[in-house]
T-cell receptor, first 110, second 115 residues
Framework: QKEVEQDPGPLSVPEGAIVSLNCTYS??????FMWYRQYSRKGPELLMY????GNKEDGRFTAQVDKSSKYISLFIRDSQPSDSATYLC??????????FGAGTILRVKS | NAGVTQTPKFRILKIGQSMTLQCTQD?????MYWYRQDPGMGLKLIYY???????DKGEVPNGYNVSRSTTEDFPLRLELAAPSQTSVYFC??????????????FGPGTRLTVL
């Protein structure tokens, strides 16, 4: 079983839709949870960062962590064509290296 | 700030050839990393360094070598290239936080094909 599982998609939605991206994980030591966005032929860039369980909101983006279910989500409201990218979840324990999911390809159609 | 820069952007190698992927950061970050990204496989850590003169293996180090003589530079060496090393290589850097995990900043990547 992989430490981090992420549906690779692709996920195709119309402009304005609410998008839900998800990851599950098996290592209960993970405490830090991140979402990276990667545009085509570019390096990943940090989008959201949360510690332990709970929600965090930043503009149209909301990150949720449910440690009891070992499940994290990223919600994108009012999705735009510029949101089309690959979204990678990443997580780590205290002081440990990041473990990445495989990435979900998102396409927002105008 | 240029951030993390990588050269070359693209390279085609023949089996058995060797090459060095260059990575430089101008953010004075202590930590630097090399990852490879294969389609549908996410990012796999090859090697990392916590400071000049200190390197350690990641998840997939076989076939690669690194050195860290300065804070800014972290080159990745491929010896005897194999088709299995065809991938996109990303360098990243971070400044260690006082607690918890650190935020990594990525370079634009090097696309390597081994034929």
């Amino acid at each position: 079983q992989k430490e981090v599982e992420q549906d690779p998609g692709p996920l195709s939605v119309p402009e304005g839709a609410i998008v839900s991206l998800n990851c599950t994980y098996s290592n209960s030591a993970f405490q830090y949870f991140m979402w990276y966005r990667q545009y085509s032929r570019k390096g990943p860039e940090l989008l959201m960062y949360t510690y332990s369980s709970g929600n965090k909101e930043d503009g149209r983006f909301t990150a949720q962590v449910d440690k009891s279910s070992k499940y994290i989500s990223l919600f994108i409201r009012d999705s735009q064509p510029s949101d089309s990218a690959t979204y990678l979840c990443a997580m780590s324990g205290y002081g440990n290296k990041l473990v990445f999911g495989a990435g979900t390809i998102l396409r927002v159609k105008s | 700030n240029a951030g993390v820069t990588q050269t070359p952007k693209f390279r085609i190698l023949k089996i058995g050839q060797s090459m060095t992927l260059q990575c430089t950061q101008d953010m004075n970050h202590n930590y630097m990393y090399w990852y490879r990204q294969d389609p549908g496989m996410g990012l796999k850590l090859i090697y990392y360094s916590v400071g000049a003169g200190i390197t350690d293996k990641g998840e997939v180090p076989n076939g690669y070598n690194v050195s860290r003589s300065t804070t800014e530079d972290f080159p990745l060496r491929l010896e005897l290239a194999a088709p299995s090393q065809t991938s996109v290589y990303f360098c990243a850097s971070s400044y260690p936080s006082t607690g918890g995990t650190d935020t990594q900043y990525f370079g634009p990547g090097t696309r390597l094909t081994v034929l």
